[in-house]
């Protein structure tokens, strides 16, 4: 049987997730902030799906603290999923360069922290798998959302990077680009349906990315396809779009 942790594991990805490896005999370490919450999730699925889930306590921002929360995990991980994020304010961020730093920081740098710490024990052990939530956010600035665009831009890269470093020591990284997903993320905010994906399709398509060893994975397939032509816009065009 495999260990999965999953850092964030309240979000509704998270949550998506944690079923869809129980369901294939996972065994768990759910970690986020909200440990009361997490652990009820934790109890339903051991009675669901019959493996061992556990909830800790873990906060991406307090780097300090993430190399004893890897030490002190109840079970040595064979694969993480990493989905803690924040969307955060646009506007507010333009004039707020705190709200601006928490964006960056909770998409990005907590992640550089706990995978960073995560890899270099992979990497003695020779084996294990890395996941992490991106967006295709990051594929393009745009002007209604670039502060989390360009946190996600930075983990795509740090993950490609990561990827290529982790290769010789059979650690595999993949990289998950969703479109939108239905989740209390977005709430409010008006989606496409058939370019919006609900949080049990992006755990489908990370457990089968996961087993195909995919480097990067999109969730829905038309989402590669529309990225390639925003990527293909000139500037001088671009910057005049209302997107
Ligand atoms: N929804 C979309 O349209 C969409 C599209 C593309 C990519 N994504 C990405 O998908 C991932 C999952 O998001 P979601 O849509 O499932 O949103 P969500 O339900 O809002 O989940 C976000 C999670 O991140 C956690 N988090 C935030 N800051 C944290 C911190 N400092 N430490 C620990 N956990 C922290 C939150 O935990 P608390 O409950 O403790 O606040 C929350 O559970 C994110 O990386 C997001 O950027 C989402």
Known sequence: MNNLLILGAGSDVG???????????????????????????ATDIQIRHGVNAQSVFFDALDYKSHSSFYQSLPMIPDAVISVFGVLGDQTL??????????????????????????????????????????????????????????????????????????????????TVIPGFIQTKMIEGIKTPAPLTAKPEDVAKAIFKGFKKKKNSIYVLPSWRFIMLIIKMIPEFIFKKLNL
Not at 15 to 24: G, I, K, S, T
Not at 106 to 114: L, R
Not at 120 to 148: D, P
């Open 93 to 174: 961020a333009e004039k707020d360069f705190e709200h601006a730093r928490n964006i960056i920081d909770s998409n990005f740098t907590g992640n550089v922290s706990i995978l960073g710490t995560i890899a270099n024990e992979m990497e003695k052990l020779k084996k294990g798998t890395i996941i992490c939530v991106s967006s295709v956010a990051g594929e393009r600035g745009r002007k209604s959302n670039y502060f989390y665009g360009a946190s996600k831009a930075a983990l795509t890269a740090f993950l490609s990077g990561l990827r290529a470093r982790m290769f010789e020591s059979q650690v595999h990284v993949m």
């Open 15 to 41: 949550v998506a997730c944690a079923h869809c490896f129980a369901e294939n005999g996972f065994n768990l370490i759910l970690a986020s902030r909200n440990v009361e919450e997490l652990q009820k999730e």
